[in-house]
């Protein structure tokens, strides 16, 4: 069982800044070969996606985020990074690493993001 641990969450002001961190626990070259993302969940809505990463490097990001976040990985750390720049309030929610390989999905348990003033 793969298991993927967020960390990073927390609360920040309207228009600041935080990083959120996913490490996998499967071996170097899986991870490698894993195509990454990150979706959100608010209460009373359906779990969204936010940014992806596939295993070549290609990423893809919801218009809601697009240029104010950023989606990344280090494959010797068997980790994947959204570093996530002017946060607004429609950008609380609890934020979920996903990894898929080869018809396998895995997700993390997540980590609360709050944005208020």
């Known amino acids: 069982q793969v298991q993927l641990v967020e960390s990073g969450g927390g609360l920040v002001q309207p228009g600041g800044s935080l990083r959120l961190s996913c490490v996998a626990s499967v071996s170097g070259i899986i991870f490698k070969l894993s195509n990454m993302g990150w979706y959100r969940q608010t209460p009373g809505k359906q779990r969204e996606l936010v940014a992806t990463?596939?295993?070549?490097?290609?990423?893809n990001y919801a218009d809601s985020v697009n240029d104010r976040f950023t989606i990344s990985r280090d494959n010797a750390k068997k980790t994947v990074y959204l570093q996530m720049n002017s946060l607004n309030p429609e950008d609380t929610g609890v934020y979920y690493c996903r990894r898929d390989r080869a018809g396998s999905t895995s997700w993390g348990q997540g980590t609360q993001v709050t944005v208020s003033s």
């Open positions: 990463i596939n295993s070549g490097g290609d990423t």
